[in-house]
């Protein structure tokens, strides 16, 4: 006996220019879906996907009109993800929905980017106490059913800045460690603290107890928190958390405004917000991932990785190492570059790389980081010269010089240095000197 099965793809295989978008079927299912099914804390995941729209449609820096109301979202293996960066382009938000959240089957692998407008945010508003939140997401929608009936929302553009804030923002994040847990009665406290008027200015926080205090300079052991009035989002979602946990960098006395993250806890969910260094900047000119992206075979590292690419809730460079036959350096450097695309993010809580569905374009990096493409038209002309830890480029008809740090860093006598003093990542002329000085040494090898 013969059984004939019939596979419907939404859309044809592509190659061009070295990218590869391989489509499936979902088996002999017509829509193939990420998700069918419930999620087990409806209220609270109801919040949690409102907190994540409120972020996208708000501009913190210079309020305006609403702007985006367009969080993405990824089914991998076990658990959901919906991320927003907020109008201005300054916060982060992310509600990973865990294992234990969902009563339904991840069946499927994908990212897509819909809106959530106006009778979905009304739907999602209506949802309490026992109520169930019912949801099917597909490549190209986001079905929403409640005891009211069912929304149903399409697949929309990403804006071009979110890919560059996804970039930057997993660069940044993958050098943080946890500096505080507090319980979810004194995270309320604690918010309820913060003093008015204090939405544009850069606060620091210690650990105190079970607790944090504030001051209003950087010491060890301290997290950034700048804009506090960018935490305004987590409020709703304070009622159903367990905890509350506050990530950030090193900080040594006198360091300048980092950023942070502030994620609340509830068991099934996560929801977290990660901060810019400073209320108007956003992370799509933080230029973290710059160094990364400077590589010569920095773009070969990346297709190799992104074929090693699985699905896993979380990514592990030393496996992926291991697999490639490359260090682990190249390999966070291919991950940098396969950021820039959207590709890979930075979970906090897991300290590990997740993964992404969008398409991948090689020379996206340097289309959209002016600096990376100047750096290399420096070096196409031979204007970088070097001199021991130090090196003279010329730009057209100004001249400036680069000087190596103790610390490993580089300055410049640049404008751009003499704003930033480092805090956006290199210059265009420091970059390129590091990029000389790599290939002078991988030379000699």
């Known amino acids: 006996m013969s059984v004939v099965q019939t596979y419907r793809y939404l859309a044809p295989s592509t190659l061009a220019q070295r990218s590869l978008a391989l489509q499936t079927s979902g088996g002999p299912a017509p829509n193939p879906r990420f ?6 804390t409806g209220q609270a995941a109801a919040v949690g996907l409102l907190a994540v729209a409120e972020v996208a449609r708000t501009r913190y820096h210079r309020p305006v009109s609403p702007a985006s109301l367009d969080p993405v979202v990824t089914g991998s293996r076990d658990r959901l993800r919906f991320e927003s960066f907020s109008g201005c382009c300054g916060v982060y938000a992310r509600l990973d929905v865990l294992p234990t959240g969902l009563d339904g089957d991840v069946s499927e692998h ?40 069912s929304v149903v929302e399409k697949k929309v553009p990403l804006p071009a800045r979110w890919l560059r804030g996804f970039a930057e923002v997993q660069v940044l994040a993958a050098r943080f460690e946890p500096r505080a847990e507090l319980p979810a009665a004194e995270a309320s406290a604690f918010l309820r603290r913060l003093p008015r008027g204090s939405e544009r200015s850069v606060l620091w926080v210690v650990p105190a107890g079970r607790s944090l205090r504030l001051t209003s300079r950087p010491v060890p052991g301290a997290v950034c928190l700048a804009g506090a009035g960018r935490l305004v989002a987590l409020q709703p979602m304070l009622r ?48 973290a991932a710059l160094a990364a992206l400077a590589g010569d075979d920095v773009v070969d590292d990346a297709d190799l990785i992104s074929a090693l690419l699985s699905w896993d809730p979380t990514i ?17 450097g291919a991950l940098a570059q396969l950021g820039t695309a959207g590709r890979v993010g930075y979970d906090v809580a897991e300290a590990a790389y997740f993964h992404r569905v969008m398409p991948y374009d090689a020379g996206r990096a340097e289309r959209d980081n002016p600096r990376l493409v100047g750096a290399r ?45 480092g805090q956006r990542g290199p210059c265009r002329h420091a970059l390129a000197t590091r990029m000389l000085a790599a290939e002078r040494v991988e030379e000699r090898v």
């Open 35 to 40: 998700f069918t099914g419930f999620l087990t």
């Open 316 to 332: 592990e460079p030393d496996r992926l190492a291991e697999q490639a036959g490359i260090d682990a350096e190249r390999v966070r």
């Open 240 to 287: 159903f958390a367990k905890t509350l946990r506050v990530y950030g960098p090193t900080v040594a006395p006198g360091a300048a405004p980092a950023p942070s993250v502030w994620e609340l806890d509830t068991g099934a969910l996560r929801l977290s917000l990660t901060l810019s260094p400073e209320p108007y900047r956003g992370f799509s000119g933080e230029g």
């Open 110 to 149: 994908g990212t897509t980017n819909v809106d959530v407008n106006t009778p979905l945010r009304e739907a999602l508003a209506r949802v309490g106490g026992l109520d169930p939140l019912h949801l099917s997401v597909g490549p190209d929608d986001l079905t929403v059913s409640t005891l009211d009936g």
């Open 377 to 421: 038209a420096l070096l196409d002309a031979e204007a970088v010269q070097l001199d021991g830890t130090a090196a003279t480029v010329r730009s057209g008809d100004q001249v400036y010089r680069v000087r190596q740090l103790p610390d490993g860093g580089l300055t410049c006598t640049c404008p751009w240095w003499a704003k930033h003093r």
